[in-house]
């Protein structure tokens, strides 16, 4: 059975920084891309970065270019967010996801909160 379980989230205060880590299992990791999604109560899923299976690409919304890296390893069958200079309107449930952002997602995390407050 495929897994995808975030970790890393919590609570943060504007400017601080925070990974966010999603480890796969049960499918082959390697030959996906993976994305990273978030999402507001009450508002439409947004989509945050994409990389390719072999760590090239990547894609990132306007709303994180310059702030947000994703990254991977496949070794380690895990990818990454790195979110710096976070900001009250990044609060949201974040969620790894397989495939490209426009493309059809097999697999889903559980999701993990990011809340960032003063």
């Known amino acids: 059975q495929a897994h995808l379980v975030e970790s890393g989230g919590g609570l943060a205060q504007p400017g601080d920084s925070l990974r966010l880590s999603c480890v796969a299992s049960?499918?082959?990791?390697?030959?996906?891309?993976m994305s990273w999604a978030r999402q507001v109560p009450g508002k439409e899923l947004e989509w945050l970065s994409s990389i390719f299976s072999d760590g090239t690409g990547p894609w990132y919304a306007d709303s994180v270019k310059a702030r947000f890296t994703i990254s991977r390893d496949n070794a380690k069958k895990t990818v990454y967010l790195q979110m710096n200079n976070l900001n009250a309107d990044d609060t949201a449930q974040y969620f790894c996801?397989?495939?490209?952002?426009?493309?059809?997602?097999?697999?889903w995390g559980q999701g993990i909160q990011v809340t960032v407050s003063s």
């Open positions: 049960g499918f082959d990791f390697n030959i996906y891309a």
């Open positions: 996801v397989s495939g490209w952002y426009f493309s059809p997602h097999d697999y």
